[in-house]
């Protein structure tokens, strides 16, 4: 199994409409009046809101592949400083980056076990470091989702890379979890 990314330009629309197709049961548990102001938009409406957020100015976008196969778009960009108050504790960390949008699709046995894998976390970490020379990074991951369970489950699995910290003060919305090198 061989998981690479790339940064890319502009989204391939083939690419996106398959990766999409492929995630639309996961993105069902977003509530998308909290998160993006609009009450039951609809299937074409989802749709253009995930492709214009990924698609966005001032945003790096990649494009994941396992064997050749594209499993994953997601975008974000690199933050100077993060942090929040665990009680009276400042928790800090410096230059981050910061996941912003993913949509996850199959991989050519028609799976998603990919995400679980030690090798893509090394893939987001290698590339991460050796292009924006971060620290870590953050997955900004609406509670519930496909992307919020399936993160938790394989920082419990032990296959994430580096040091694990969750926003505890984040709303029921959205959650921030972090991981430093």
């Known amino acids: 199994m061989a998981i690479t990314v790339e940064t890319v330009t502009e989204l391939d629309d083939s690419i996106f409409d398959s990766i999409y197709a492929d995630s639309k049961s996961d993105l069902e548990a977003i509530d998308y009046e909290k ?13 253009e809101i995930f492709k214009s957020r990924l698609d966005r100015d001032g945003y790096n976008t990649f494009l994941w592949k396992k064997d050749n196969t594209p499993i994953l778009y997601t975008n974000g960009n690199v933050v100077a400083e993060y942090g ?16 912003r949008v993913a949509i996850m699709g199959f991989d050519a046995s028609n799976s998603k076990d990919w995400f679980k894998t030690n ?6 970490k290698n590339h ?3 292009n924006f020379s ?8 609406p509670v519930g989702s496909a992307l919020f369970t399936s993160t938790k489950q394989a920082q419990t699995d032990g296959v994430c890379e580096g040091t694990y910290s969750e926003n505890p003060n984040n709303n029921q919305i959205n959650r921030s979890l972090v991981w430093i090198y």
Do not use: M, Q
């Open 134 to 141: 971060v620290n870590g990074y953050i997955i900004e991951a």
């Open 35 to 47: 998160l993006f102001a609009e009450a039951n938009p609809s299937s074409d409406r989802k749709k």
């Open 84 to 99: 929040w108050y665990d009680g009276d504790t400042k928790v800090e960390f410096t230059n981050l980056f910061n996941f």
């Open 119 to 124: 090798e893509f976390y090394l893939s987001v």
């Open 128 to 130: 991460l470091v050796n």
